[in-house]
């Protein structure tokens, strides 16, 4: 029977399980008569997350002008919703780290995500959209899918990126054509098992193909669009993923133009110095 993206992502989720605090502060958030008190008492359980939250309610990200020392003012100020994603984030790269293959440097594979995604809270800023960094854990996430395929199929990746390399196509094409489906798909999966919101799942699986996302299509063409300013500011994940190419749809969908991608950079290289510290030191990479 042929492997499906649900087993890739199933055996992955074994692999690199996500800490007990992730998912109780994630189920949490999603209950209405959950506290900020009740999510402070299980921040406070790790000591490691707490020291991150403070660090980054205090970092540019959030720029509240005035420094925060106290857990509780700090879940307050960013909110639940912004609470959850942060540990999201740094708990996946915890987890993914304890993985290895010959395919990506993991370091240049997060530091891609990591750009994308600080541009991604950038667009979703213009774009008005509730809640920013919900958009910056899609960046950060939207190629996992590519992580739990070089760990699960390392030999069926071997032939996608011979035939991506030969054919001159972009890498998702190359999945869809030798393994069925593609790393967008993989991506989704995971999120799913996960638990993670559907808003997320879905902008992160239709990140190549944005206009086919039909009930979070704002949010998978900011996605889209960051993924390629990344690339375009040099913040390349893997040499064959590198793809400058913008959807013309996407200018539509998010009411922005071309014009302001200088710009972006221009700023997102001021945030990433941040968020490198923020999320790729050492005490977010810990086993």
């Known amino acids: 029977m042929p492997i499906k993206a649900i087993d890739v992502a199933t055996r992955v989720k074994d692999l690199a399980s996500l800490p007990d605090v992730c998912i109780k502060i ?44 106290d857990l509780n003012r700090a879940i307050m100020l960013i909110g639940t919703e912004g609470l959850r994603d942060i540990v999201w984030a740094t708990s996946s790269i ?20 990591l750009y994308t995604a600080t541009v991604a809270r950038l667009l979703a800023e213009k774009c008005r959209v509730i809640n920013k960094d919900r958009l910056f ?10 992580l739990a395929l070089y760990q699960v199929m390392p030999e069926e990746m071997d032939v996608v990126f011979l035939m991506s390399e030969a054919n001159g ?32 799942c879905q902008s992160v699986a239709y990140h190549h193909q944005p206009v086919k996302c039909r ?24 040499k064959l993923e590198y793809n400058e190419y913008i959807d013309p749809n996407v200018w539509k969908v998010t009411g922005l133009s071309e014009k302001i991608v200088d710009s972006i950079i221009q700023v997102a290289d001021e945030q990433y110095r941040d ?10 990479v810990a086993a």
């Open 26 to 69: 994630n189920q949490l958030a999603d209950n209405p008569k959950s506290t900020t008190y009740d999510i402070k008492e299980m921040i406070e359980t790790d000591a490691a997350l707490t020291a991150r939250v403070l660090r980054i309610a205090n970092s540019t990200f959030f720029n509240y002008g005035k420094k925060v020392d």
């Open 169 to 200: 196509e972009q890498l998702y094409i190359s999945e869809k054509h030798i393994l069925g489906f593609t790393h967008a798909t993989v991506s989704y999966a995971l999120l799913r098992l996960w638990c993670l919101p559907v808003s997320i």
């Open 94 to 113: 915890s987890s993914f780290a304890r993985l290895t293959n010959k395919f990506v440097d993991m370091d240049t594979f997060w530091r891609h995500s």
């Open 275 to 284: 968020a490198l510290s923020l999320y790729l030191s050492p005490i977010s």
């Open 137 to 146: 854990l899609c960046g950060l996430l939207h190629d996992v899918g590519h």
């Open 215 to 238: 009930d979070y299509r704002l949010d998978a063409a900011i996605v889209h669009l960051a993924d390629a300013v990344a690339n375009r500011a040099g913040r390349v994940g893997h």
